[in-house]
């Protein structure tokens, strides 16, 4: 390798976790622990909001150096470090249109610390039952919210094809997708490439001293940025697409096997 990798970025759902068993594989437990022991950071790349990231920390047992949360929009580290980028009200009003023209849609909201839901439909319900232990809560408010909290992150619960009529709707906005049952919407110039940046900028590494791991449509790009992009076994065929190498699934040891590959461990 031309550099050596300082820095290395999960994402949570298909890549720390198994999809089948809701767990971290003992093998990714020990992966990390041991780039932690080289004195390799070691941070989330997540779409889940920062106010779920005490649940699923605890349920992974690993202490991480940084937390890029909601697609790159909202990251911060438990030494005062945060970095935000909220989405324009103009955008979120179009979509409060969207929704009252379209009373059957489910959506999320996520905020600094709070997320909430337009209605709890029977697809929400099913989508969340997948994931276990780590699920949060499903709460439900009123949408007007968004023009007084800032809102870095909505989600709708729709498929592809309806997905991309909301996004002609919205001029400030894009989608990114991990999950059949559901699409996210952050600012256009937002993702988890940006969320890598802020933490670039505050420890110093260069891009190509960045490694990262993920699955999902909402990876492809952080895969494509980073200095070595790994697709999971199991991902999607845009990450794999995106990726610089691909691993075995998460349940067949995938990212102890990528780091061993590239020679990180």
């Known amino acids: 390798m031309d550099h050596q990798i300082k820095a290395v970025f999960f994402d ?4 720390l976790t198994s999809f089948k068993t809701h767990e971290v594989p003992q093998s990714t437990k020990d992966a990390i622990e041991e780039l932690k022991g080289k004195g390799i950071k070691v941070f989330i790349a997540t779409g889940r909001a920062p106010s779920q990231m005490k649940i699923v920390t ?5 202490d991480f150096d940084g937390y890029m949360t909601m697609t790159g929009q909202y990251c911060f580290d438990d030494n005062g470090f945060l970095k935000t980028h909220d989405i324009d009200k103009t955008d979120l009003r179009i979509f409060l249109d969207y929704l009252a023209d379209h009373p059957e849609v489910g959506a999320n909201f996520a905020e600094e610390d709070y ?6 439909n029977e697809i929400i319900r099913n989508q969340y039952a997948g994931l276990g232990a780590t699920a949060p809560s499903l709460v439900i408010d009123d949408v007007n919210r968004v023009f007084s909290h800032p809102t870095y992150q909505f989600s709708a619960f729709v ?7 909301i996004v002609d709707l919205l001029p400030g906005c894009r989608s990114v ?6 699409c996210d919407f952050i600012p256009a110039d937002g993702g988890k490439p940006a969320g890598i940046k802020a933490f670039m900028e505050l420890y110093g590494f260069e891009r190509e001293e960045c490694m990262a791991f993920g699955d ?10 980073a200095g070595i992009g790994v697709a999971m076994g199991n991902g999607g065929e845009l990450a794999k697409a995106s990726a610089d190498y691909i691993t075995a699934d998460v349940d067949d040891d995938g990212i102890l096997k990528a780091l061993q590959h590239f020679h990180v461990l």
Not at 58 to 62: M, P, S
Not at 177 to 182: E, I, N, S
């Open 115 to 120: 997320v909430y839901f337009n209605q709890i």
């Open 177 to 182: 997708r991990w999950h059949p049952a559901f």
């Open 159 to 165: 498929k592809e094809d309806e997905e991309r009529r």
């Open 216 to 225: 999902g449509g909402n990876d492809v790009d952080m895969l494509a940025y």
């Open 58 to 62: 605890a349920r992974l047992g690993i």
């Open 12 to 15: 949570i759902d298909g890549t």
